[in-house]
C-alpha cells in the first residue's frame, strides 16, 4: 500500500460531505430541460447552445466536416447545423461540450480535452453498442446507454476536483483499466468507479446510470448498462487513442467500429 496520506474513509469523506459538492453544469440542466420536454424543438435547442460560442463553433464544425457535409456545402448558421446533424447528435455533441467546459478540472486544457473527448468516445460506443444487443430498447433507452457512457469516468473528476487536485498529474491520469482502478486503491483506498457511483447518487442520476457507472470496470457485471459500458470502454482503450481531438471524435470512432466490428458474443445470457 502507498502511504499517500489519503485513506478510504478520508476519501469518502471528502466525496460526500463536502459542503462544496461539484455541481452538474447550469448548461447541462438546460440541455437536458429541453430534452425531457415534450414541447421542445429545435429552436429551444439552439438558444441553449447560442448562449455558449465554443460549443456553437463545435456544432458548425461538425456540420461542415466530410461526415456530414458530403457535397461540400457550407452552413454558417446554428438552425441549419442542427438540421444537417440533426437533433440527437446535436444534443450530443452540446452536452459533452457543456461538461467540458462547465465542470473545471484542475489541470491543463489539453488534458480535460482528451478526459471528455475519451467519454465522449465511450458514450457513442455505448450507445452503438446498445443498439445492436438491444434494438427494441427492451433492456435500456439508448439515450441512458450514451449517458452513462458520457458520465462513466466522472468519478476520476470527482476525485481531481474534490480529493486531490493533483490527480490528474500523477500516474492516475494517464492509466487505463485495471492499472487505473489498482493506482486509485491505493493511494486513495477507493477508485473512480466508486466514486462516480456516489456522485451520481448525490446528483439524483437514475438508479440504473449510477450502478452501471459503479460496475464499469467490471468484466464480469450482470448489470446490462454496466456490461455494455464495461465493454465500449475497454473497446475506446484498445482500438482509439486517448490524444483524439474532440471534433475528430466521431470520426474515429466510426472507423474503428468498422476496422473492429463489436462481439456481441459477450453479450450472450
Request: proline share 4%.
Amino acid at each position: 500500500m502507498i502511504h499517500s496520506g489519503y485513506s478510504r474513509s478520508s476519501t469518502l469523506e471528502l466525496l460526500k460531505f463536502s459542503d462544496d459538492l461539484p455541481s452538474l453544469p447550469d448548461r447541462f440542466v438546460k440541455i437536458q430541460k429541453v430534452v425531457q420536454d415534450p414541447n421542445s424543438d429545435a429552436g429551444d435547442l439552439a438558444s441553449v447552445i447560442r448562449s455558449d460560442q465554443a460549443t456553437t463553433a463545435m456544432i458548425l464544425k461538425f456540420a461542415n466536416s466530410p461526415a456530414y457535409n458530403p457535397t461540400h456545402t457550407p452552413v454558417g448558421e446554428l438552425s441549419a447545423a442542427i438540421a444537417r446533424i440533426g437533433l440527437r447528435e446535436t444534443v450530443h455533441i452540446a452536452t459533452a461540450m457543456s461538461l467540458m467546459y462547465g465542470m473545471i478540472l484542475p489541470t491543463g486544457m489539453a488534458n480535460i480535452r482528451c478526459f471528455w473527448g475519451h467519454a465522449f468516445a465511450v458514450a457513442m460506443v455505448c450507445e452503438k453498442m446498445a443498439h445492436a444487443v438491444d434494438p427494441d430498447q427492451k433492456r435500456c433507452s439508448h439515450e441512458r446507454a450514451f449517458m452513462t457512457g458520457l458520465l462513466h469516468d466522472i468519478g476520476r473528476a470527482a476525485l481531481g476536483m474534490r480529493v486531490d487536485f493533483t490527480y490528474f498529474e500523477r500516474e492516475t491520469g494517464h492509466l487505463h483499466q485495471d492499472a487505473l482502478i489498482q493506482a486509485e486503491e491505493e493511494i486513495y483506498g477507493v477508485n473512480h468507479a466508486e466514486a462516480g457511483m456516489q456522485l451520481l447518487r448525490l446528483w439524483l442520476f437514475p438508479d440504473d446510470i449510477f450502478t452501471a457507472v459503479g460496475e464499469h470496470h467490471r468484466p464480469d457485471s450482470t448489470h446490462f448498462l454496466g456490461s455494455i459500458c464495461y465493454q465500449a470502454n475497454l473497446f475506446c482503450n484498445t482500438h482509439l487513442s486517448d490524444r483524439i481531438p474532440f471534433d475528430a471524435v466521431h470520426d474515429a470512432v466510426q472507423q474503428a467500429i468498422i476496422e473492429h466490428p463489436f462481439d456481441l458474443s459477450v453479450f450472450a445470457d
